[in-house]
């Protein structure tokens, strides 16, 4: 079984300060691991990826987010925030393929987080 | 790439009335497609998994009388509310994965359903 556990429900930095939102995960095998954004009443974009390559992740809009098997944490982080950044964030991890089983290609969300930007 | 559209982006349905809402993959062909639902200051819930041309998996609690999905052609899959109830209001969020993809899903704008 796999999860994924957002630790802050709620962020609120100011623009131009750095952006930590925090996301510890849970699976069996070797998971894949996203991070997307959510703006209001809209659909989910995806900021970046981790498939078990390089564990430092580059992702659009200046996101990024590292791979820490031995914390089992995949942060995502942001140098400076930007206003355009409020939105809320969600953690997604995505079984290993050679974990078989019915899991398969499903995603599991962690609960969100909510990042607002102060001027 | 990797356009995903729903429609409608919002609905209005009386109670007891059927409603259906098409998720299309623009640029890709989409082997599967996910349909979610997002209740409000909620995380998404993985409703079903469509797989072109095969009947729906339904995920544990989803009944599958009540939510119709078909998916009959590599860029269109449909989700039909049956008998729709006030509790059936929500966000209803589509994905599609490409084929010969394995874990990236891409998601559309998603659908504001609201019965009365």
């Known amino acids: 079984a796999q999860s994924v556990t957002q630790l802050d429900s709620h962020v609120s930095v100011s623009e131009g300060t750095p952006v930590l939102l925090r996301c510890n995960y849970s699976?069996?095998?070797?998971?894949?691991l996203f991070w997307y954004v959510q703006h209001p009443n809209k659909g989910l974009q995806l900021l970046l990826k981790y498939t078990s390559a390089a564990t430092l992740v580059k992702g659009i809009n200046g996101f990024e987010a590292e791979f820490k098997k031995s914390e089992t944490s995949f942060h995502l982080t942001k140098p400076s925030a930007h206003m355009s950044d409020a939105a809320e964030y969600f953690c997604?991890?995505?079984?290993?393929?050679?974990?078989?089983?019915?899991?398969?290609?499903?995603?599991?969300f962690g609960q969100g987080t909510i990042l607002t930007v102060h001027p | 790439g990797a356009v995903v559209s729903q429609h409608p982006s919002r609905v209005i349905c009386k109670s007891g009335t059927s409603v259906k809402i098409e998720c299309r993959s623009l640029?890709?062909?989409?082997?599967?497609m996910f349909w979610y639902r997002q209740f409000p200051k909620k995380s998404l819930m993985l409703m079903a998994t469509?797989?072109?041309?095969?009947?729906?998996?339904?995920e544990q609690g989803v009944e599958k009388d009540k939510f119709l999905i078909n998916h009959a052609s590599l860029t269109l899959s449909t989700l039909t509310v049956t008998s729709a109830h006030p509790e059936d209001s929500s966000f209803y969020i589509c994905?599609?994965?490409?084929?010969?993809?394995?874990?990236?899903?891409?998601f559309g704008p998603g659908t504001r359903l609201l019965v009365l």
């Open positions: 994905s599609a994965r490409a084929a010969g993809g394995i874990e990236t899903q891409y």
């Open positions: 640029d890709f062909q989409a082997t599967t």
């Open positions: 997604v991890v995505s079984p290993d393929p050679n974990a078989g089983g019915t899991s398969y290609g499903k995603l599991t």
């Open positions: 699976s069996s095998y070797s998971p894949s």
């Open positions: 469509s797989n072109e041309g095969s009947k729906a998996t339904y």
